[in-house]
Every structure is written in structure tokens, then in C-alpha cells.
């Protein structure tokens, strides 16, 4: 039985990705922080074949005992503070977690395998956001990196780390470039579970308006789900590499907000929506859209759920949520 160690485990892909895993008949390992973290009845509820090892990406030594406890065959490194607008208050604490954590995470494993890397494989979670202000478009493996976020300067020295530790040691490191994913999963601060959450609950009649930054920015959404998919393949390969995962198609918060309230019956969004300055970014990127044609080519990789189907399935979700709730 092959044996998986997931940090980042609380999180909407650590969840979908045990989920994977555990269908394909892994014995799946968690990482989990903190003191009683709240979030570990979600994930006992959601995935109950899980075993949750305590530790902390800050904290090396506790990675080498997860690790000593879990003897995994792969890592998937998801771990990271990643909420973009959050980075700017909180840029030590993402640097030190989401960059940092990805050296300890890389180190832990060279201790503990003590020289004999043939035995494990790593993927990183790196992302869209380190293409920043692209320098092409649509944004590819080769694309200049030009991070606009500490966020995104965080994921570009995990991905250069991963990429260092493959050509130093030899180690099959993989990086995933993975655009934005979505779910009902999806934390409620990132701006499509805000939609979808705040839509359906102007359609229960629980709210009335929905407070937003900028309506013209840009992104690549697909559907997490579909994601963590490309994530285990990679690691399925002979040899380890550095992929994009994307849809290849854009969209604006516009587009997003029209198919969510057109899903519960409002065709005019307008009265519904306000601007406020505090959701805007102090630097945005500028227009996200991958070209996924690698991850087809090698991994035979699709993404499968579009991004109506997307938002309509988060509406939905959100609607049943709040009902049972109400
Ligand atoms: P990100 O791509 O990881 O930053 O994902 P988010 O879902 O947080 O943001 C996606 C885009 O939506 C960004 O360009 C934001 O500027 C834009 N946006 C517009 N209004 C909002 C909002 O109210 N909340 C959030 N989170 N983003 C918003």
C-alpha cells in the first residue's frame, strides 16, 4: 500500500487530494498545526481514513518526526498562508510558512531519508500568482516570473527551491503551476465562495448587498477537484518536472457575478453590488491564463468542470448550506 504525506491537509486541496488518495487505496498521512486546530473535525468528518500527525512547516524538527511516523512514499507540500490580500499585513509570517516552510519541508526529507532520495517524491504546490505582471501570454512552464505579492515572491522561491533540490540531489521533485481552483470548498475569503455565499444568501433574503474590490480583474479558474488530479500524476512520472495546470480560458469578476446571480433567478446584479476600496489589491497581476498543453501532452491531463458549471455548482452548494443552517 503506497504511503502519502499531505501538508496543507485542512485546506480545500488537501481535502480533495486524500479523498484521491485514499480511493486509489493510499494510506494517507495529514499535517496538522496548532493546539486543538478547529479544523481538525473537518477533516475526520470529511476524510475519516486520514491520520493526523501534528506539525508545523515552521518547525523542521517536527517534520522529521511526521515523517519518521508517516515513512512516506510521496509528499505533497500544500502548506502555506495563501490568502494574497492577507500577504501584504503578514508578509514575515508567509515568507517564513510558504517559502520557508518548503526549505524545512526539502531539508526534513534529506535527514530523514539520509541520502537515499530514490525513495520518495515530492510535489510542490507553487501558482499562477508568480507570474505576477506576465511577461507573456498565455503563461507557460518558460514564462519569466514577476511576483506582484510577498504571496507570490513566497511561491517563487518554493518553486526555484524544488526545482534546486531536483538538479542538487537528484531528487524526482515535481512543481505544479496551478492556476486558480475553486470549490464549495473554498475558503470564503477568496472572491468566488465570497460570491457564491453572499449570492445565495441575498436569494434566502439573509442579506441584501455584496461588498467588492475590483470587478475587472482577471483570472483562470478551474475546479479543485480536477486539480489535485494532475497533482498525484505528476508524481506518477518517471521523472520528475515542473507543469502548468489551467483551463486556458479567462474570466472577470464580472462574468463571475453573472453567472452566480443569473443561477438563483437575478438577471441585474447591479443593485445587489458595491465597490469599496478596501477590497482592492495594492498591485494586481495582470491577465491570468495558462496554457495547460504540457500537462495534456505528458500527463494526459484535461480539466474536466468549466467555469459555469463551476460557479453554479458553488451557488447551489452555498444555498444548501445556508438552508440547513437557517
Ligand atoms: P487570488 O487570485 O489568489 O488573489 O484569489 P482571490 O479569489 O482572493 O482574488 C481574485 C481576484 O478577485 C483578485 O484580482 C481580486 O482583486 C479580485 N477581487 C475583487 N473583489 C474581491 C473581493 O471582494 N475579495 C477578493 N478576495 N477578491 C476580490
Given at each position: 500500500?503506497?504511503?502519502?504525506?499531505?501538508?496543507?491537509?485542512?485546506?480545500?486541496?488537501?481535502?480533495?487530494?486524500?479523498?484521491?488518495?485514499?480511493?486509489?487505496?493510499?494510506?494517507?498521512?495529514?499535517?496538522?498545526?496548532?493546539q486543538?486546530?478547529p479544523?481538525?473535525?473537518?477533516?475526520?468528518?470529511?476524510?475519516?481514513?486520514?491520520?493526523l500527525?501534528?506539525?508545523?512547516?515552521t518547525?523542521?524538527?517536527?517534520?522529521?518526526?511526521?515523517?519518521?511516523?508517516?515513512?512516506?512514499?510521496?509528499?505533497y507540500?500544500?502548506?502555506?498562508i495563501?490568502?494574497?490580500?492577507?500577504s501584504?499585513?503578514?508578509a514575515?509570517?508567509?515568507?517564513?510558512?510558504?517559502?520557508?516552510?518548503?526549505l524545512?519541508?526539502?531539508?526534513?526529507?534529506?535527514?530523514?531519508?539520509?541520502g537515499?532520495l530514490?525513495?520518495?517524491?515530492?510535489?510542490?504546490?507553487?501558482?499562477?500568482e508568480m507570474?505576477?505582471?506576465?511577461?507573456?501570454?498565455?503563461?507557460?512552464?518558460?514564462?519569466?516570473l514577476?511576483?506582484?505579492?510577498?504571496?507570490?515572491?513566497?511561491?517563487?522561491?518554493?518553486?526555484y527551491?524544488?526545482?534546486?533540490?531536483?538538479e542538487?540531489?537528484?531528487m524526482?521533485?515535481?512543481?505544479?503551476?496551478?492556476?486558480?481552483?475553486?470549490?464549495?470548498?473554498?475558503?470564503?475569503?477568496?472572491?468566488?465562495?465570497k460570491?457564491?455565499?453572499?449570492?445565495?444568501?441575498?436569494?434566502?433574503?439573509?442579506?441584501?448587498?455584496?461588498?467588492?474590490?475590483?470587478?475587472?480583474?482577471?483570472?483562470?479558474?478551474?475546479?479543485?477537484?480536477?486539480?489535485?488530479e494532475?497533482?498525484?500524476?505528476?508524481?506518477?512520472?518517471?521523472?520528475?518536472?515542473?507543469?502548468v495546470?489551467?483551463t486556458?480560458?479567462?474570466?472577470?469578476?464580472?462574468?463571475?457575478?453573472?453567472?452566480?446571480f443569473?443561477s438563483?433567478?437575478i438577471?441585474?446584479?447591479?443593485?445587489?453590488?458595491?465597490?469599496?476600496?478596501?477590497?482592492?489589491?495594492?498591485?494586481?497581476?495582470d491577465?491570468?491564463?495558462?496554457?495547460?498543453a504540457?500537462?495534456?501532452?505528458?500527463?494526459?491531463?484535461?480539466?474536466?468542470?468549466?467555469?459555469?458549471e463551476?460557479v453554479?455548482?458553488?451557488?447551489?452548494?452555498?444555498?444548501k448550506?445556508?438552508s440547513?443552517?437557517?
Amino acid at each position: 500500500m503506497p504511503r502519502a504525506l499531505i501538508t496543507g491537509i485542512t485546506g480545500q486541496d488537501g481535502l480533495y487530494l486524500a479523498e484521491l488518495l485514499l480511493e486509489k487505496g493510499y494510506e494517507v498521512f495529514g499535517l496538522i498545526r496548532g493546539q486543538n486546530n478547529p479544523k481538525a473535525d473537518l477533516v475526520s468528518r470529511t476524510v475519516p481514513g486520514v491520520t493526523l500527525l501534528p506539525g508545523d512547516l515552521t518547525d523542521m524538527s517536527s517534520l522529521l518526526r511526521a515523517l519518521q511516523t508517516a515513512q512516506p512514499d510521496e509528499v505533497y507540500n500544500l502548506g502555506a498562508i495563501s490568502f494574497v490580500a492577507y500577504s501584504w499585513e503578514q508578509a514575515a509570517l508567509t515568507t517564513d510558512v510558504t517559502a520557508k516552510g518548503v526549505l524545512n519541508m526539502l531539508e526534513a526529507i534529506r535527514v530523514w531519508s539520509q541520502g537515499d532520495l530514490s525513495k520518495i517524491r515530492f510535489y510542490q504546490a507553487s501558482s499562477s500568482e508568480m507570474f505576477g505582471r506576465v511577461q507573456e501570454v498565455p503563461q507557460r512552464e518558460t514564462t519569466l516570473l514577476w511576483p506582484r505579492s510577498p504571496y507570490g515572491v513566497s511561491k517563487v522561491y518554493g518553486h526555484y527551491l524544488t526545482i534546486n533540490y531536483r538538479e542538487s540531489y537528484g531528487m524526482h521533485a515535481s512543481s505544479g503551476i496551478l492556476f486558480n481552483h475553486e470549490s464549495p470548498r473554498r475558503g470564503p475569503e477568496f472572491v468566488t465562495r465570497k460570491v457564491s455565499l453572499a449570492v445565495a444568501s441575498i436569494k434566502l433574503g439573509l442579506q441584501d448587498k455584496i461588498v467588492m474590490g475590483n470587478l475587472d480583474a482577471q483570472r483562470d479558474w478551474g475546479f479543485a477537484g480536477d486539480y489535485v488530479e494532475a497533482m498525484w500524476r505528476m508524481l506518477q512520472q518517471p521523472t520528475a518536472d515542473d507543469y502548468v495546470i489551467a483551463t486556458g480560458e479567462t474570466h472577470s469578476i464580472k462574468e463571475l457575478l453573472d453567472i452566480a446571480f443569473d443561477s438563483v433567478g437575478i438577471a441585474d446584479w447591479a443593485p445587489y453590488v458595491e465597490q469599496n476600496e478596501a477590497f482592492f489589491r495594492p498591485a494586481e497581476v495582470d491577465l491570468l491564463i495558462g496554457d495547460p498543453a504540457k500537462a495534456k501532452e505528458t500527463l494526459g491531463w484535461e480539466p474536466k468542470v468549466g467555469f459555469q458549471e463551476l460557479v453554479q455548482m458553488m451557488v447551489e452548494s452555498d444555498l444548501k448550506l445556508l438552508s440547513e443552517k437557517s
